[in-house]
Structure formats: structure tokens, C-alpha cells
């Protein structure tokens, strides 16, 4: 069976056997700009017992668990995935998912599951990637920067509506 569905069929067993009242799911909103990091806090410190996993997409991203062996980010966790290629990093002490040079494909829902003394929670990042260096504001910007190069270099004097908008 694979990881990721054996982890939904384990959550599954739990919340058929004791319910699903006891199942917490907060969701947050997150807007960050393209080429920068993101840290998705999960606001809990772990313990050898706890268990962190991360999914995008339906896929296990990045994990904690008592064993150290088990714990994973990108493609240990799923070796058909390079999706991140090295661009996660995973706090051992709270499972907080940092992602560097996030891009437009990062963009979507980020799952957190936890199960930290016995109590399982979840939390859903919803990830939204603003601007950047490809954005329409940002070519704009450099556009008119270059505009206002050009002038400067072409009559000798600075366009200062220009300069006004930089």
C-alpha cells in the first residue's frame, strides 16, 4: 500500500473508531511573493511520539515521526516527486514547513496533520503567490526604470514623473 494512503486509511481508522468531533481543521490564508520563503507554522512543539505530516496535492511532502529514520522532506517522503528539489525545510522541534524560492506552481492548499499525544489535528495553508520578477507590476517597474534611463541618457535630464513613480 502506498505511504500516502496508508496514512489517509490510518486517520480514516482513527476518526471512524473515535469520532469525528475530536478533529480540529483551521484554515489559513497565506500570500507570499514569488522568489521569496514562506514558513507554514504548525504552533505545537513535538514530542518523540508526535507525528507532523505535510501534503500538497494529495502528496506527502515532508514528515516527522518518533522514528528519526521515518522523518522526510520532498523526495524522501515520495520518490516520484522532485517538486520542491531541495527548496523544503522541516523544524524537527514544531514541524513548521519553510519553502524557499516559492514560485507559481507552489501556489494551492498545504495540509497539516498532527497527531500530538493521542489528538489528531488538522490545518489547511492556502497558499497564494503574489508578484514577483515574471508579474505584470513588477515589468511595469522595470519598464519605466528603463524608460527613465533612457531619458536621462537621451536629453540629458531626468523625467521626474518617472522617479516620482519608483
Not at 522532485?82 to 513548521?96: I, N, V
Request: with cysteine; glycine share 8%.
Amino acid at each position: 500500500m502506498e505511504p500516502v494512503i496508508k496514512m489517509k486509511f490510518f486517520v480514516w481508522s482513527v476518526l471512524l473508531m473515535h469520532g469525528a468531533s475530536g478533529v480540529e481543521i483551521d484554515r489559513v490564508s497565506v500570500s507570499v511573493m514569488e522568489g521569496d520563503s514562506v514558513t507554514l507554522h504548525t504552533d505545537v512543539k513535538t514530542k518523540q511520539r508526535d507525528r507532523i505530516r505535510w501534503y500538497f496535492n494529495d502528496t506527502r511532502i515532508a514528515q516527522i515521526t518518533g522514528d528519526l529514520s521515518k522523518t522526510c522532506t520532498d523526495v524522501q517522503c515520495n520518490e516520484d516527486t522532485e517538486r520542491f528539489r531541495d527548496r523544503l525545510k522541516l523544524d524537527h522541534q514544531t514541524g513548521s514547513l519553510t519553502i524557499m524560492n516559492i514560485t507559481n506552481t507552489d501556489s494551492g492548499d498545504y495540509h497539516l496533520e498532527t497527531i500530538i499525544s493521542g489528538s489528531i489535528s488538522e490545518k489547511i495553508f492556502s497558499v497564494t503567490i503574489t508578484g514577483g520578477p515574471g508579474s505584470k507590476a513588477v515589468q511595469m517597474k522595470r519598464t519605466m526604470e528603463m524608460k527613465g534611463a533612457s531619458d536621462t541618457l537621451n536629453n540629458g535630464a531626468v523625467n521626474e514623473q518617472v522617479h516620482l513613480m519608483t
